[in-house]
């Protein structure tokens, strides 16, 4: 057995596939006329009852928190919910005391970038328990899997696809016509994506082939777009826009953002400097800005916006203002987007210039969503439910509900009233295990 048929049974087992069996399921597999395997990385489970009671629960559905509740786990996933007082706590339950803690659904990371194989338990110790990387090798992920650490649940989308030249070489696939496009997209389809990627290079018609391609096989399609217009890659089948910036021809005149699509055209690394002078320029008063945003409405477009990728604040050595004024042109328009009722959703980069220390740029992240006008509630929901509906995963988490799988979140402090308690990790529940 080489290791593509090893990758294809773990990506079965550990969420990357949208028709993969439930998950956390962890069984033998056997392919005919092959020895039995175990599958690499899959999410243990346990059959023991876990009791969190007296708890601030905080569920995820945009709900009040309830004071002195009781959540039951039995053999990863939530079977009762209640008053403490009023849910029987079974004999041979652990019993966790909330008493000052909050808990909520684990965290779902929209955009992770894996830039080492022991980040992923990193996170997983800071509260997610589900992640998406849409543009990496499926491959790349071997070490997280063959690890005997635990790692989240992770959605995997196949290396994001461009054209020549590819700003990322080591993380692209080249397609170059129509049908190639197709092609790739089925290629890593079988391989288990469970989403494609489409690259700052790539023209409207290709976007449309593979958005064709991808929704026939039940996957949807994010861009990181630069060159061609947000508008146009929607209307040519883009369910979610990766990064912020990604607006930014949009909402510039005509004449200006063919100036900027063509500077990146002529050289990749003219969007460094770039898309700070872009946003800039922009005023988000004028009939562009209102006008996309009735668009993005319209389409239902999910909005990942990875704030922190881009933030530029004044301090030690930092003294551009135009980047300054250009974040927060970024930072206001993520709040517009949001008050028009268009989802967004949280999406760590892996690795941003502020935040406290590797492993927190999900955390980062909410801050800056905080700034963006969303309030404490819309925050979390954000990190939960909303993402766990745009990996199409909210049936089974994102919220904290009976029949759903058990991965949780216990914070010490309360996040609706003081959002720096995200920081305030206590314990994390993958599958109905406790995290070490």
């Not at 590819?166 to 389809?189: C, G, H, L, Q, W």
């Not at 494609?196 to 026939?216: D, W």
């Amino acid at each position: 057995m080489n290791v593509r048929h090893i990758l294809l049974i773990v990506l079965l087992f550990s969420g990357c596939e949208l028709k993969e069996p439930p998950l956390g399921e962890g069984s033998i597999v056997k392919e005919p006329d092959t020895p039995t395997i175990k599958p690499l990385n899959s999410i243990p489970s346990s059959d023991a009852v876990v009791a969190v009671e007296n708890v601030r629960l905080i569920d995820g559905t945009g709900s009040e928190p309830v004071l002195n509740a009781t959540v039951i786990i039995e053999k990863g996933i939530i079977k009762e919910i209640g008053q403490s007082g009023s849910v029987s706590i079974p004999g041979d339950a652990e019993v966790i005391s909330g008493d000052g803690l909050s808990l909520l659904p684990g965290f779902i990371d929209a955009h992770f970038h894996l830039n080492n194989d022991r980040l992923p338990n990193l996170v997983l110790t800071r509260g997610t328990t589900s992640l998406r990387d849409p543009g990496a090798w499926i491959e790349s992920y071997q070490g997280v899997m063959e690890s005997n650490d635990p790692a989240p649940r992770l959605f995997l989308t196949g290396p994001h696809l461009d054209m020549p030249p590819p700003a990322y070489p080591r993380n692209s696939y080249m397609v170059r016509d129509i049908i190639e496009a197709r092609d790739a997209v089925n290629k890593f389809a079988d391989q288990g994506a469970s989403a494609i990627k489409i690259y700052i290079r790539l023209p409207v018609a290709i976007i449309k082939a593979v958005c064709l391609t991808a929704h026939q096989r039940g996957i949807p399609v994010v861009a990181h777009l630069e060159i061609t217009g947000a508008m146009e890659a929607i209307e040519a089948g883009v369910d979610g826009i990766e990064h912020i910036t990604s607006f930014g021809s949009d909402l510039l005149p005509t004449r200006e953002a063919e100036q900027y699509s063509q500077s990146v055209i002529a050289d990749n690394s003219a969007r460094r400097e770039g898309r700070y002078q872009v946003w800039n320029a922009i005023d988000l008063t004028n009939e562009r800005a209102d006008s996309l945003i009735r668009f993005l409405k319209q389409k239902g477009t999910v909005v990942s916006p990875t704030l922190g990728a881009f933030e530029y604040q004044f301090g030690e050595g930092k003294t551009d203002t135009l980047k300054v004024n250009a974040f927060r042109n970024m930072v206001d328009f993520t709040g517009m987007v949001h008050h028009a009722g268009i989802p967004v959703v949280v999406g760590s980069h892996s690795w941003v210039p502020y935040q406290r220390e590797v492993g927190w740029a999900f955390q980062r992240e909410m801050e800056l969503l905080a700034a963006s006008g969303l309030s404490n509630m819309e925050i979390i929901q954000s990190a939960t439910i909303e993402n766990a509906r745009f990996l199409r995963i909210q049936e089974r988490v994102g919220t904290i509900e009976v029949g759903k799988q058990a991965d949780l979140l216990l914070l010490q402090g309360d996040p609706i009233q003081d959002l720096s308690a995200i920081y305030n990790v206590e314990k994390v529940m993958l599958n109905g295990v406790w995290v070490d």
